[in-house]
Protein backbone atom coordinates (compact mmCIF):
# COMPACT_ATOMS: atom_id res chain seq x y z
CA UNK A 1 0.00 0.00 0.00
CA UNK A 2 1.10 3.67 -0.99
CA UNK A 3 1.61 6.28 1.57
CA UNK A 4 0.18 9.49 1.00
CA UNK A 5 3.55 11.10 0.72
CA UNK A 6 4.46 8.56 -2.03
CA UNK A 7 0.78 9.60 -3.69
CA UNK A 8 1.45 13.04 -3.52
CA UNK A 9 5.48 12.77 -4.87
CA UNK A 10 4.17 11.15 -7.96
CA UNK A 11 1.47 13.72 -8.30
CA UNK A 12 3.18 16.05 -10.57
CA UNK A 13 4.40 13.44 -12.91
CA UNK A 14 1.02 11.32 -13.45
CA UNK A 15 -0.56 14.90 -14.39
CA UNK A 16 1.85 15.74 -16.82
CA UNK A 17 1.71 12.84 -18.15
CA UNK A 18 -2.41 12.49 -18.19
CA UNK A 19 -2.32 16.38 -19.33
CA UNK A 20 0.17 15.45 -22.21
CA UNK A 21 -1.62 12.36 -23.49
CA UNK A 22 -4.39 14.53 -23.78
CA UNK A 23 -3.29 17.39 -25.40
CA UNK A 24 -2.02 14.60 -28.17
CA UNK A 25 -5.17 12.63 -28.50
CA UNK A 26 -6.98 16.27 -29.30
CA UNK A 27 -4.65 16.99 -32.13
CA UNK A 28 -1.78 19.25 -30.30
CA UNK A 29 1.65 18.94 -31.72
CA UNK A 30 5.20 19.10 -30.33
CA UNK A 31 4.95 22.56 -31.07
CA UNK A 32 1.60 23.60 -29.58
CA UNK A 33 2.44 21.53 -26.45
CA UNK A 34 6.17 23.48 -25.84
CA UNK A 35 3.95 26.77 -26.21
CA UNK A 36 1.30 25.65 -23.64
CA UNK A 37 4.52 24.35 -21.38
CA UNK A 38 6.24 27.82 -21.71
CA UNK A 39 2.39 29.44 -20.63
CA UNK A 40 2.28 28.02 -18.04
CA UNK A 41 6.09 28.18 -16.59
CA UNK A 42 4.85 31.79 -17.05
CA UNK A 43 2.11 32.10 -15.11
CA UNK A 44 3.32 30.68 -12.25
CA UNK A 45 6.75 32.65 -12.63
CA UNK A 46 4.13 35.74 -12.38
CA UNK A 47 2.87 33.83 -9.48
CA UNK A 48 6.11 33.48 -7.32
CA UNK A 49 6.90 36.94 -7.99
CA UNK A 50 3.57 38.65 -6.48
CA UNK A 51 4.35 36.21 -3.35
CA UNK A 52 5.85 37.49 -0.32
CA UNK A 53 8.63 34.82 1.89
CA UNK A 54 10.32 31.43 0.53
CA UNK A 55 8.30 28.97 -1.39
CA UNK A 56 9.27 25.09 -0.90
CA UNK A 57 10.15 22.98 -3.97
CA UNK A 58 10.68 19.30 -3.40
CA UNK A 59 10.43 20.00 0.61
CA UNK A 60 13.22 22.54 0.04
CA UNK A 61 12.78 26.20 1.42
CA UNK A 62 13.59 28.13 -1.57
CA UNK A 63 13.89 31.85 -1.65
CA UNK A 64 12.44 34.10 -4.53
CA UNK A 65 14.46 36.77 -5.81
CA UNK A 66 11.69 40.16 -7.04
CA UNK A 67 14.32 40.80 -9.63
CA UNK A 68 13.17 37.14 -11.78
Not at 30 to 46: D, F, G, M, R
Amino acid sequence: MRSAAVKTHNAPQILAKSFFKELRENGYDHNAIVAISSELLELVTQELKQGDGPVKIDGNVVELRKAL
